[in-house]
Each structure stands twice: as structure tokens, then as C-alpha cells.
């Protein structure tokens, strides 16, 4: 076995109870933005109006004076990370304009401990054709790796098919960043990577819990720190990023979404057709 598995928490019937409602609040701060979500809206009043339904929830936002080595720091509720922002963009005071695109990440606390994790992309008023493409076909990247999983399936059959989806439709996939095992912890073990070789990395075992969270560039995939905030992270030829996120569990038989809710966007149609 990897030795990077055995490192990996596996969840007990009662941690998975609490990791799925951690993840369907998350789901349920997304849910509260969309209707908000329009021309002349700024990312900090989204951060504002996720900050106002956490509360309401009693959970707390895990990003909120989150400080990893060698980071400020980070100083909102969420993450806005708009057009050719790859991720860990910090709210601002700069109204969106009809034809951004912008990723909204949350993760919260429950009262227990448990945290749950989730993104979404938002179009603001009408897209572009090819933004509203890129967001598509990235959140159908994500389903490609969320269907490989199930017990005896490695982490490098997941990046695998990210990447190969991706890659067949123009797209290059972002490799600085990765999921990651969550649970009482943001980050646990193990890394889940985007890209990779089918039958390499960790193998899955039930009551393994993590993210799968592919960050795709219309453009190429290189990426680079932008300003001084010590975040935030822009593809290095400015074009177009889109982020999906869902905690997934690995059950005895395959897969369960944890961070499904109401507003959750319907699932792809092959996925759909694999589950019948």
C-alpha cells in the first residue's frame, strides 16, 4: 500500500453523519448567494451575505484568520476568485459586470467540528460563449473524477480522468493546487490531485472522505501570484479559470456526494446514466 494511505483518515459511521451535514450547510451558503448574484453586486457583499447564512446555520467559516506556513493571514468568510482568478480570491469592494464569471468557495465549521467544503461558479448576467463553456465543461471534469471513485480505485485514476476530459476539450489543468482529505481538520491526507496515471497514488478505501475540486484554464495552465495580498493566484496568460468543489465520500459499494443540497446544479447526464 501507499504509505501516504496510511496516513489517511478513515470515518466512522458517526464522523460520517457529522461530515455530511458539515457539507450540506456549505451547499446551503452556496444556495444563499445565487439569488443574489447579479450585475453590480461586489464579492465582498457575497462574502457578506455567506458570512449572514453561516450565522443563521451556527456554523463558522474556516477561512476566516485561516494562516497555512509562509501565508498572511486570510481575512474573509470566503473565497471570490473571479475571471482569470484561479483561486483564493480575497472579497473586494469592485462591482461585477455582466459577463464575469466568478468561483465562490466556502467551508464551514459545524458546532461539532466537522468541516465542510464546496465551490461554485457563477455567471454574472449573460457569459460569453466561451466562459459559459469553460464553466460547463469544468464542472463536468469534476463528475469525470467523482464517477472513478470507489473502493480498490486509486487517486491517479481520478486525476486521470480530469485530465483527460479536460485536455480532449482545449482546456489545461491547473497543478500547483489539489483536494484534500477533510474531516475535523481543513486539510487531512491525502492530496488529490487533478492529473495523473490511472492505478497510481493511494488506493480508496471506504469511509475515506475528501475533496475533488479541478481548477481548468481556457488557456494554458501556468498560474502566478498576483499583487501583494499573498493569495490570490491569476493564470499567467490571463485567460479564463473555473473552479467546481464537492466533498466526496468513498462508500462500500462507490461514491456519495456529500455537499449536494436544494441549489445544487443538476448532475451531467452521463452521470445520470452510470448511476442507473
Known amino acids: 500500500m501507499d504509505n501516504r494511505a496510511m496516513s489517511i483518515t478513515i470515518k466512522s459511521a458517526q464522523d460520517i453523519a457529522g461530515m455530511r451535514l458539515a457539507c450540506r450547510l456549505a451547499s446551503e451558503v452556496l444556495d444563499s448567494i445565487a ?17 449572514e447564512c453561516m450565522a443563521r446555520q451556527g456554523t463558522v467559516s474556516a ?18 476568485s473571479v475571471n482569470h482568478v484561479v483561486c483564493h480570491g480575497i472579497p473586494n469592494d469592485k462591482p461585477l459586470k455582466k459577463g464575469d464569471i466568478v468561483n465562490v468557495d466556502v467551508t464551514v465549521i459545524t458546532p461539532e467540528g466537522w468541516y465542510g467544503d464546496s465551490s461554485r461558479m457563477y455567471l454574472i448576467g ?13 464542472y463536468d471534469a469534476m463528475w469525470h473524477g467523482i464517477v472513478q471513485v470507489r473502493p ?19 482546456c489545461s489543468v491547473v497543478r500547483e493546487f489539489c483536494g484534500h482529505g477533510i474531516g475535523r481538520k481543513f486539510h ?21 472522505v475528501f475533496t475533488i475540486e479541478p481548477m481548468i484554464n481556457a488557456g494554458r495552465r501556468e498560474v502566478k501570484e498576483f499583487g501583494n495580498d499573498g493569495w490570490t493566484i491569476v493564470t ?41
Open 35 to 51: 439569488a443574489h448574484i447579479q450585475p453590480g453586486i461586489t464579492t465582498r457583499d457575497i462574502d457578506r451575505i455567506g458570512a
Open 63 to 80: 477561512t476566516v484568520g485561516y494562516q497555512p506556513p509562509g501565508y498572511p493571514p486570510y481575512p474573509a468568510s470566503l473565497c471570490t
Open 126 to 138: 449573460e457569459a460569453s460563449i466561451a466562459a459559459r463553456r469553460l464553466c460547463a465543461l469544468t
Open 152 to 170: 480498490g480505485a486509486h487517486l491517479g485514476d481520478v486525476g486521470h480522468a480530469i485530465q483527460q476530459f479536460a485536455e480532449s476539450q482545449g
Open 188 to 208: 487531512e491526507e491525502p492530496q488529490v490531485l487533478h492529473y495523473g496515471r490511472p492505478g497510481t497514488l493511494a488506493e480508496l478505501r471506504p469511509g475515506m
Open 236 to 276: 499567467k496568460d490571463h485567460s479564463l479559470s473555473a473552479q467546481w468543489e464537492h466533498t466526496v465520500l468513498v462508500t462500500p459499494t462507490g461514491y456519495e456526494v456529500l455537499t449536494l443540497s436544494a441549489g445544487s446544479p443538476p448532475l451531467p447526464n452521463f452521470v445520470a446514466a452510470t448511476a442507473t
